[in-house]
């Protein structure tokens, strides 16, 4: 006998498997369950869509059978296709939203580790200055391209230590007064002080007066 029953699924424009169950009822009637399953929805949701249950005699369901399921069934396998398309474009929304927040994580931990590097240079360079190692210092000043934010602080810092170490290019040397060196710098043998220098001096300048003064006894010309 010909019943065309395959041949009309086959023609259902529905995706997954189609399960039915037949069940007497009474003695003249049946119950047929109709379930599409889908196992490629990953959405748990499709498990609460409900069989389509029909009932009737035998020669009801022959006339009627896929004029009823037709619909449905196509309704439930579009309604799971659409889930699954959900389900996929959700997965790589998390995908996507953890990317994002590893990227985040992995910026801030470079920043971080960033914000270390230079605070312990600068601390170094502190502590060297402290220590009076200007030149030092000075190299432990992170340099500007590392640091492009940070560009005024780190031309201020090499500015203020390169002053305490670098020369006066355009500053004139002091002028150094001449001074005749006291005798007892030269004569340190003798002993000469201060007051030695002063006796000497006036007694030299006696002997000047008496050999100037005139003597009675001198013939005049």
């Given at each position: 006998?010909?019943?065309?029953?395959?041949?009309?699924?086959?023609?259902?424009?529905i995706i997954g498997d189609l399960h039915i169950t037949v069940a007497k009822a009474t003695e003249d009637r049946l119950v047929v369950l109709v379930m599409l399953q889908n196992e490629a929805c990953g959405?748990?949701?499709?498990?609460?869509?409900?069989?389509?249950s029909l009932r009737g005699t035998a020669e009801e369901l022959d006339q009627g059978f896929f004029e009823n399921i037709t619909a449905p069934m196509q309704s439930a396998s579009?309604?799971?296709?659409?889930?699954?398309?959900?389900?996929k474009q959700l997965e790589n929304t998390?995908?996507?939203?953890?990317?994002?927040?590893?990227?985040?994580?992995?910026?801030?931990?470079?920043a971080e580790a960033k914000d270390k590097k230079f605070n312990d240079a600068m601390a170094k360079a502190d502590e060297l200055e402290k220590e009076g190692k200007f030149r030092e210092a000075w190299m432990k000043v992170p340099e500007i391209h590392e640091f492009p934010l940070k560009a005024e602080q780190l031309r201020r810092r090499k500015?203020?230590?390169?002053a305490k170490f670098a020369p006066d290019l355009f500053g004139s040397a002091?002028?150094?007064?001449?001074?005749e060196p006291p005798k007892e710098a030269l004569f340190p043998e003798h002993g000469y002080t201060g007051e030695d220098e002063q006796a000497e001096q006036e007694e030299t300048e006696t002997h000047e007066a008496e050999y100037w003064e005139e003597d009675p006894d001198e013939p005049e010309y």
């Open positions: 006998m010909d019943t065309n029953f395959f041949n009309q699924i086959a023609q259902m424009d959405d748990s949701a499709k498990h609460s869509i409900p069989p389509l579009g309604l799971m296709v659409d889930m699954e398309g959900y389900m998390k995908k996507q939203s953890a990317m994002v927040k590893e990227k985040e994580d992995r910026q801030k931990k470079e500015a203020e230590l390169s002091p002028e150094k007064t001449a001074t």
